[in-house]
């Protein structure tokens, strides 16, 4: 809030936010009082796997404009592959997710999917953009994943890959 633009974002990633969703809670209050005050807009965006997305929180975020990123690679298959939880206890986690994506698109939420991909990903990675289309999405944010073995030889692989998503 020190920054000397007149617009502000907070931001909160992590691990998983809502793991913590009184600590988001009291940021927001402190971030809106404190805005006020010194007269800036504060805009907020929030990052999650949306496992613990419920009625609650999003009639929270939707109340002070919160925008989601939300990470989903895709497929159920790309999803599990790329995303295990790391409790066994909920082996098909990604019904639950896809409950809470179509939550984010009935209430109207502003969000869009972050979508990571490795290079062992990049002959799906046009089915798995249309999957996330064929669900409502309209926002997609394409990122490879930071460590992924990405090789000067894979370029032209990846390259022919993004330009088969915008065909």
Known sequence: ???PSKEV???FFGGEPFLRFDLIKKAIAYAENKSRQINKNIKYLITTNGLLLNDEK???LKRYNVAIMLSLDGSK???IKNRPLIKKSKPDYFNGLIRNLKKLLDKKLHYFINL???PEDLPDL???VNYLISLGVKEI????AIGGNFKQENLPAYIGALK???K
Not at 141 to 144: A, E, G, P
């Open 1 to 3: 809030l020190t920054s």
């Open 9 to 11: 974002e907070l931001q």
């Open 58 to 60: 999003l009639a929270y």
């Open 77 to 79: 298959d790309t999803q």
């Open 116 to 118: 990571t991909f490795l």
């Open 126 to 128: 046009k089915a798995n």
């Open 141 to 144: 944010q394409l990122s490879y």
């Open 164 to 166: 088969e998503i915008i």
